[in-house]
């Protein structure tokens, strides 16, 4: 079993920043794909950035220019640096662990709420 701790989250005024952190029990997530999505009422979940095991990265548009991910292997965890945060990125965050088809672990999910 896979444990997946999330943590950083909170509530920040537009214009500030927070730093997301998850990690994940167990061993061999450098070959994993980490992820983070997020959640806002009455929506579906989307993909916010991901970057694979060769440390290539990927962002979705609100995301680009504000957010940055990054890992550190030899501590099973990955981070979304979010700055000049925005009402709009008012959601619940997940990470996501992910290696082929076979496996995937997700977060618990934690509130970020951005006031105006």
């Known amino acids: 079993q896979v444990d997946i701790v999330e943590s950083g989250g909170g509530l920040v005024q537009a214009g500030g920043s927070l730093r997301l952190s998850c990690t994940a029990s167990g061993n061999g997530f450098s070959l994993y794909t980490l992820a983070w999505y997020r ?25 680009k220019g504000r957010f940055t991910i990054s890992r550190d292997n030899a501590k099973n965890t990955v981070f979304l640096q979010m700055n000049n945060l925005k009402p709009e990125d008012t959601a619940v965050y997940y990470c996501n662990f992910r290696h082929g088809s076979l496996f995937e672990y997700w977060g618990q999910g934690i509130q970020v709420t951005v006031s105006s």
């Open 39 to 63: 959640q806002a009422p009455g929506e579906q979940r989307q993909l916010v950035a991901d970057m694979r095991m060769d440390y290539n990265t990927r962002y979705t548009d609100p995301a």
